[in-house]
T-cell receptor, first 113, second 112 residues
């Protein structure tokens, strides 16, 4: 139980385009989901907390207009990287809260050319 | 605010040897503590968690961790390392579900 999926698993896009990443809780409902970014050989950096039916809460230094988060249902949160640039290339991981535990998706590797 | 320190960014053991990955935490309230494992190019998989029940927690793949309040520690152990245990391990602390803090991670290498 407590399975979280992400789609796509990897994406390559041109600079200036927008990319949407989906995070789904497959066998439970999650009112709260989280989006993280991970640079090579580093730990996870929390970007934002996504709450179903309300606005996301962004961590300090994360541009909310660049990283759009929508949590329209209890099983789906989306992260849209708008006008992506090469510096946005990274590994993006989502998690969904079930009880007191966060369950993580497999991650999405984004490469912006 | 809570925080986590993982001692040793890289640990190397021989196959069959004891695995010990260290984690110390700081929290102003009784914490929830977690260990996650990450294989290359994958997300994080929950190994085990402590949520104020038994202090010795058993997880998947033969791992266990002991919560020691007096030492503010939650070290991860496994009696006998297997090649498949090679991965990155993250300790995390949470004082409430919406605020989880991760350690920097420890890369475990298992030598044949």
């Amino acid at each position: 139980g407590a399975v979280v999926s992400q789609h796509p698993s990897w994406v390559i896009c041109k600079s200036g385009t927008s990319v949407k990443i989906e995070c789904r809780s497959l066998d439970f409902q999650a009112t709260t989901m989280f989006w993280y970014r991970q640079f090579p050989k580093q730990s996870l950096m929390l970007m934002a907390t996504s709450n179903e039916g309300s606005k996301a809460t962004y961590e300090q230094g994360v541009e909310k207009d660049k990283f759009l988060i929508n949590h329209a249902s209890l099983t789906l949160s989306t992260l849209t990287v708008t006008s992506a640039h090469p510096e946005d290339s990274s590994f993006y991981i989502c998690s969904a809260l079930f009880g007191e535990t966060q369950y993580f998706g497999p991650g999405t590797r984004l490469l912006v050319l | 605010a809570q925080s986590v320190t993982q001692l040793g960014s890289h640990v190397s053991v021989s196959e069959g040897a004891l695995v010990l990955l260290r984690c110390n935490y700081s929290s102003s309230v009784p914490p929830y503590l977690f260990w996650y494992v990450q294989y290359p190019n994958q997300g994080l998989q929950l190994l085990l968690k402590y949520t104020s029940a038994a202090t010795l927690v058993k997880g998947i793949n033969g791992f266990e961790a002991e919560f020691k309040k007096s030492e503010t520690s939650f070290h991860l152990t496994k009696p006998s390392a297997h090649m498949s245990d090679a991965a990155e391990y993250f300790c995390a602390v949470s004082d409430h579900a919406n605020d989880m803090r991760f350690g920097a991670g420890t890369r475990l290498t298992v030598k044949p």
